[in-house]
Antibody
Framework: QVQLVQSGAEVKKPGASVKVSCKAS????????INWVRQATGQGLEWMGWMNPNSGNTGYAQKFQGRVTMTRNTSISTAYMELSSLRSEDTAVYYC??????????????????WGQGTTVTVSS | DIVMTQTPLSSPVTLGQPASISCRSSQSLVHSDGNTYLSWLQQRPGQPPRLLIY???NRFSGVPDRFSGSGAGTDFTLKISRVEAEDVGVYYCMQATQFPPTFGQGTKVEIK
């Protein structure tokens, strides 16, 4: 079945960087965008950016420009989200979500249809 | 950015009774390709979000038919015809018509 499996929880100090992975299975990794969304404890969902795994093209929310980098390794069907200059406000659960299909994919555009289980990132001194 | 406003923010419901959530966008969500990229997501306690409805009214695979979506332009609604215990959670509307995608604040559905 289609699945996104994320890396485990991280604890980081302020100023450090964190890199979260998202491994796809059950579909062709390069045929769908990957989005990253975060959620602080008790708060709503916040979109961070997207990546096209086929081309490597990315688009980031203005809030994270200069601090976030989204990459991929197509040989292992894995997407990565790296966030730098961490501060306490970055403490949150980070999710990857499958997004828009490539033009050659038959079928509908469901939007963010499959989500990873989430990765808790705690930023604390 | 398009602002998504949900009402109510909390909805206590009796089991077996209907529930309705409204979502209003600050701009029309009709894309130049003719589609309206308005989705509804459910987040049960301690779980990741789950897609329920896409493009206003299309139920995603495996979603019970007690969930339905409607609306157009800037006003959208999610209805649960008969609330069951497993429906407890927070519901989000989300637009992907315009960059960047944005979410509503969430509506908490709980049992009375």
């Amino acid at each position: 079945q289609v699945q996104l499996v994320q890396s485990g929880a991280e604890v980081k100090k302020p100023g450090a960087s964190v890199k979260v992975s998202c491994k796809a299975s059950g579909y062709t990794f390069t045929s769908y965008d990957i989005n990253w969304v975060r959620q602080a404890t008790g708060q709503g969902l916040e979109w961070m950016g997207w990546m096209n795994p086929n081309s490597g093209n990315t688009g980031y929310a203005q809030k994270f420009q200069g601090r976030v980098t989204m990459t991929r390794n197509t040989s292992i069907s894995t997407a990565y989200m790296e966030l730098s200059s961490l501060r306490s406000e970055d403490t949150a659960v980070y999710y990857c979500a499958r997004g828009r299909p490539a033009p050659w994919v038959r079928g509908d555009d469901y939007g963010m249809d499959v989500w990873g289980q989430g990765t808790t990132v705690t930023v604390s001194s | 950015d398009i602002v998504m406003t949900q009402t109510p923010l909390s909805s206590p419901v009796t089991l077996g009774q209907p529930a309705s959530i409204s979502c209003r966008s600050s701009q029309s969500l009709v894309h130049s390709d003719g589609n309206t990229y308005l989705s509804w997501l459910q987040q049960r306690p301690g779980q990741p979000p789950r897609l329920l409805i896409y493009k206003i009214s299309n139920r995603f695979s495996g979603v019970p038919d007690r969930f339905s979506g409607s609306g157009a332009g800037t006003d959208f609604t999610l209805k649960i015809s008969r609330v069951e215990a497993e429906d407890v959670g927070v519901y989000y509307c989300m637009q992907a018509t315009q960059f960047p995608p944005t979410f509503g604040q969430g509506t908490k559905v709980e049992i009375k």
